[in-house]
Antibody, heavy 120, light 110 residues
């Protein structure tokens, strides 16, 4: 049974760095073709893909946010970490992690999401 | 990079059939598979169609997907609408290794 769970602060101040952790079970991120992505959704708005890390440690970032994002993994702990620097109120959103299949590149299992509010 | 454009909202009556479109702005819709996700209020998205027209186990065959190269678009069709189908639906594809989502369509079953 595949499960993912996001954890991190519910509230961050503008200009701070956000660190989110995705803890998963039911699969291994060392298996060929396995990846984990981060996706966010501002309140009442659409989904936005942020970043992906692959079984071979390749990393991919949203073009518009790549200067602010870092994704990493700890395979032994079954965790993926996303950091986003210089947070702004427009970054207020529910942040999801999702298991991702490299081909055909889709998000087959999602965490329940964690709401992050950026406010002073 | 390309964009995926969906209608903001659609509505239909129970028992009827509805189709939601997803138009790719550049490049061929057939170049990369399209997926469809259902998101009910307060919940995470779940997959209803992957690889253009495949249903995950547990998704009823009332849900079907297709692509149309002439209009450069993908479509999600839901037949025999039920009130439980009321949700937001998102199409998704990819550009190299970047995920791309459509803007979402709110389906109202009234």
């Amino acid at each position: 049974q595949v499960t993912l769970r996001e954890s991190g602060p519910a509230l961050v101040k503008p200009t701070q760095t956000l660190t989110l952790t995705c803890t998963f079970s039911g699969f291994s991120l060392s298996t060929s073709g396995m990846c984990v992505s981060w996706i966010r959704q501002p309140p009442g708005k659409a989904l936005e893909w942020l970043a992906r890390i692959d079984w071979d440690d390749d990393k991919y970032y949203s073009t518009s946010l790549k200067t602010r994002l870092t994704i990493s993994k700890d395979t032994s702990k079954n965790q993926v970490v996303l950091t986003m620097t210089n947070m702004d109120p427009v970054d207020t959103a529910t942040y999801y992690c999702a298991r991702t299949l490299a081909f055909p590149y889709y998000f087959d299992y999602w965490g329940q999401g964690t709401l992050v509010t950026v406010s002073s | 990079n390309f964009m995926l454009t969906q209608p903001h909202s659609v509505s239909e009556s129970p028992g009827k059939t509805v189709t939601i479109s997803c138009t790719r702005s550049s490049g061929s819709i057939a170049s990369n598979y399209v997926q469809w996700y259902q998101q009910r209020p307060g919940s995470a998205p779940t997959t209803v169609i992957y690889e253009d027209n495949q249903r995950p186990s547990g998704v009823p065959d009332r849900f079907s997907g297709s692509i149309d190269s002439s209009s450069n678009s993908a479509s999600l069709t839901i037949s025999g609408l039920k009130t439980e189908d009321e949700a937001d639906y998102y199409c998704q594809s990819y550009d190299s290794s970047n995920g791309v989502f459509g803007g979402g369509t709110k389906l109202t079953v009234l």
